[in-house]
């Protein structure tokens, strides 16, 4: 129960945000704690009391794949309390296929592991609706891989792919490089080189995403190969704490 000064409660009140829900774990006979990229806040971790009872605070809200406004207020710890929520957005066309919520969820969690918490990048959750928007509308291939390497744009951990880490030295057009995912990009083999091959229509089409050209096209499926297997070996490495 909050103390009271002068005949006024000391509890913060609540903040709205927009914000989607990255993670939802069952916690005691009716809770939940939920994980949420904010507008506002960041991420975030709260826990929702009474969230798989209770419709009338939450209703569909912390259903996957949708945009909603939570009302959030400091709880215990870093975990804060979620007490009610409701949907502005959602995406129904991601839910009737398998594709698309696999690759939503590959990239949600790509973004729940990178993005730190409490840091408060509103550009975050526009891509993640952007990300929403285009699986809604079939957009499926390569979505994972682009998404990924924007996330790790906006908040400064991209990897370095136009020349080596070390030396600088530039490849030449077609040419494989080593990439590196420890170190954070290509290193040419003189400097040590890296444990994954990257063919070089692989770099050159992550190297557009990074750059935000519009309507980057999805590469050939053996490039994409080359470019998911990089980008995931590179989150895994990077994780956020």
């Known amino acids: 129960m909050a103390t009271k000064r002068g005949g006024f409660s000391n509890a913060r009140p609540a903040e709205e945000t927009a914000a989607v829900l990255l993670r939802s774990v069952d916690f005691g006979e009716s809770d939940r704690i939920v994980t949420l990229l904010t507008e506002r806040l960041g991420r975030v971790s709260a826990l929702a009391k ?70 408060v990048e509103p550009r975050l959750l526009m891509l993640t609706e952007q990300l929403f928007e285009a699986l809604d509308a079939g957009r499926v291939e390569g979505i994972f891989a682009k998404t990924s390497l924007r996330v790790l744009d906006i908040i400064g951990l991209a990897p370095r792919l136009d020349a080596c880490l070390v030396c600088g030295r530039v490849p030449g057009a077609g040419q494989s490089a080593m990439f590196d995912p420890a170190r954070g990009g290509i290193v040419c083999r003189a400097c040590g080189g890296g444990p994954i091959k990257l063919a070089s229509a692989a770099r050159v089409w992550m190297m557009q995403v990074l750059a935000n050209e519009d309507d980057v096209a999805p590469p050939p499926k053996d490039v994409l190969r080359d470019a998911e297997h990089a980008v995931e070996a590179f989150v895994t490495r990077h994780v956020a704490s």
């Open 50 to 119: 009474g969230a798989r009872n209770s419709r009338k605070r939450f209703g569909a809200s912390l259903e996957p794949f949708q945009v909603i406004v939570a009302s959030l207020a400091p709880g215990s710890g870093e975990l804060m309390r979620l007490s009610e929520a409701r949907v502005v957005r959602s995406f129904p066309s991601i839910l009737g296929s398998l594709d698309a919520m696999r690759e939503a969820g590959r990239a949600l969690e790509a973004i729940r592991n990178v993005a730190p918490q409490r840091h």
